[in-house]
T-cell receptor, first 114, second 111 residues
Framework: EAGVAQSPRYKIIEKRQSVAFWCNPI?????LYWYQQILGQGPKLLIQ????????DSQLPKDRFSAERLKGVDSTLKIQPAKLEDSAVYLC????????????FGPGTRLTVT | DAKTTQPPSMDCAEGRAANLPCNHS???????VYWYRQIHSQGPQYIIH???NNETNEMASLIITEDRKSSTLILPHATLRDTAVYYC????????????FGTGTSLTVIP
């Protein structure tokens, strides 16, 4: 079974630029999560999708972050414009449904904003 | 969801049991205890979860105190590959509630 795929693995941008991350969850998984992990901290949930609908985006900085999951499969997370404090690893995870106890994580995208 | 308290770091000799404690004194009756770990440069990985009974799988054992206010994750024979950050999380099961990862315990297995 293929795992959660993410790209790119690394990205370096200057502040005020835009960036987009892509996630392909495990086939058949209805629930998809985006997390932000700042160095030295645990992952923090940004947004949760159930199929193509948003379940929880309460911690998403909506003035600069956006995410979509068209057709309930792949998802993209965008930052526009980026700030220095957005430097972090962005993790995507998926589960068969929102009640599942095991989240399957991708390898993450390491973003550096200079 | 209830908060958890974990020591920031621990060491364990290779081949010995690693016992990772977690305090969750405000846990409510319908909240489970979950453990995940994160090896350097990888995403977190599920280890085990439980409600009140002790649980064991191929990776680890989970011991939950009778009052459910604390728990211990046990890696019976730690290897160098077990070096990772271990997260203890409490969450209402079978809901869409999010996992709060906290800062975890950084376990270093020493040769």
């Amino acid at each position: 079974e293929a795992g959660v795929a993410q790209s790119p693995r690394y990205k370096i941008i200057e502040k005020r630029q835009s960036v987009a991350f892509w996630c392909n969850p495990i086939s058949g998984h209805a629930t998809l999560y985006w997390y932000q992990q700042i160095l030295g901290q645990g992952p923090k949930l940004l947004i949760q999708f159930q199929n193509n609908g948003v379940v929880d985006d309460s911690q998403l900085p909506k003035d600069r972050f956006s995410a979509e999951r068209l057709k309930g499969v792949d998802s993209t997370l965008k930052i526009q414009p980026a700030k220095l404090e957005d430097s972090a690893v962005y993790l995507c995870a998926s589960t068969p449904n929102e009640g599942s106890y095991e989240q399957y994580f991708g390898p993450g995208t390491r973003l550096t904003v200079t | 969801d209830a908060k958890t308290t974990q020591p920031p770091s621990m060491d364990c000799a290779e081949g010995r049991a690693a016992n990772l404690p977690c305090n969750h004194s405000t846990i409510s009756g319908n909240e489970y205890v979950y453990w995940y770990r994160q090896i350097h440069s990888q995403g977190p990985q599920y280890i085990i979860h439980g409600l009140k009974n002790n649980e064991t799988n191929e990776m680890a054992s989970l011991i939950i105190t009778e009052d459910r206010k604390s728990s211990t994750l046990i890696l019976p024979h730690a290897t160098l590959r077990d070096t990772a950050v271990y997260y203890c999380i409490v969450r209402v099961a079978f809901t869409g509630n999010q996992f709060y990862f906290g800062t975890g315990t950084s376990l270093t297995v020493i040769p």
